[in-house]
């Protein structure tokens, strides 16, 4: 009889306050949204990482001029070093402008633009500790035949920079729009306790408890972050589709695959923070408006 009651008192205190339930519901959704994008842009950029630094490659590249005994001196030192995980791959300059061409066909007026002879020899190695690149440049900086040692890591640690960047700005975003549905949350349980004054004083009065009163309220609270979170997911599933399956299909060459576990795993984890978020807030907003 009580759980009739109390969920009777939630159903009517949802209609009386509907706008503002609605604009609750949307402030929430779109916080969770931010929040569960971020989230799985955090995973997304620690995955991307762990494929793309297991990959990583130092180039070598050689000079115009170099000569055959020169060339020849740096292959045998990159094969018997045991910094270097064999194979070790060597690009002439005719593989390396081929390679040019098929990565740059969508941009026709570079690769006209571009001259074969300005692509370099080089060898392509990858370390069996890429955090040892270091020593790889000073044994074989200046060493004849070699113009330039560039660790491809470096390169990559500033793309991730500005994803990291990216993931940080939306979280941010997500916090302060958390923000703002916690003080709106708070500001309809206050709406909805001050409608309904003389109730909650009749029920003080005959006795009932504050968990008693109080539970109505808290249960709106926690219906509309329920609510939110259904739409938030509801969004991350769009995304996913028409974003990254749809618009961004043709980068899947330079992004790492978003598997949907990563998405479907948001569907919990959103509706126990905006149940949870919601519920407290309620209960901490009624602790200071109704007295003991």
Do not use: C
């Not at 009386?16 to 955090?42: E, H, K, P």
């Amino acid at each position: 009889m009580r759980f009739k009651y109390i969920l009777s008192e939630v159903m009517l205190g949802l209609w009386r306050n509907v706008t503002m339930t609605i604009a609750m519901i949307i402030t929430m959704a779109v916080s969770l949204t931010l929040l569960g994008a971020s989230l799985v842009l955090y995973q997304q950029i620690n995955s991307m990482k762990d494929v793309y630094f297991a990959q990583v490659q130092v180039s070598i590249f050689l000079a115009n001029d170099i000569t055959d005994d020169q060339r020849s001196a740096i292959d045998s030192a990159l094969k018997q070093d045991p910094l270097v995980k064999q194979p070790v791959i060597h690009e002439t300059k005719d593989e390396a402008w081929q390679k040019f061409q098929k990565d740059f066909k969508d941009a026709p007026d570079l690769v006209a633009a571009t001259k074969p002879d300005a692509l370099p020899e080089s060898y392509r190695v990858k370390l069996k500790n890429p955090n040892q690149y270091q020593q790889i440049h000073d044994k074989y900086n200046g060493m004849a035949g070699i113009t330039d040692i560039v660790d491809q890591r470096q390169l990559l640690s500033q793309v991730f920079g500005v994803l990291g960047s990216a993931q940080n700005l939306a979280l941010a975003v997500a916090i302060v729009q958390g923000v703002a549905a916690l003080l709106l949350v708070g500001n309809t349980i206050q709406v909805a306790a001050y409608s309904r004054r003389r109730e909650v004083g009749v029920m003080k009065l005959v006795g009932a408890s504050n968990w008693f009163i109080q539970s109505p309220f808290v249960l709106e609270a926690m219906f509309a972050g329920v609510i939110g979170a259904i739409v938030a997911f509801g969004a991350l599933i769009a995304a996913k589709v028409w974003l990254i399956d749809g618009s961004l299909k043709p980068l899947t060459s330079l992004l790492t695959p978003v598997p949907w576990s990563r998405i479907v795993v948001m569907a919990p984890v959103l509706l126990v923070i905006g149940a949870l978020v919601s519920g407290v807030t309620g209960w901490v907003t009624l602790r200071f408006y109704i007295k003991k």
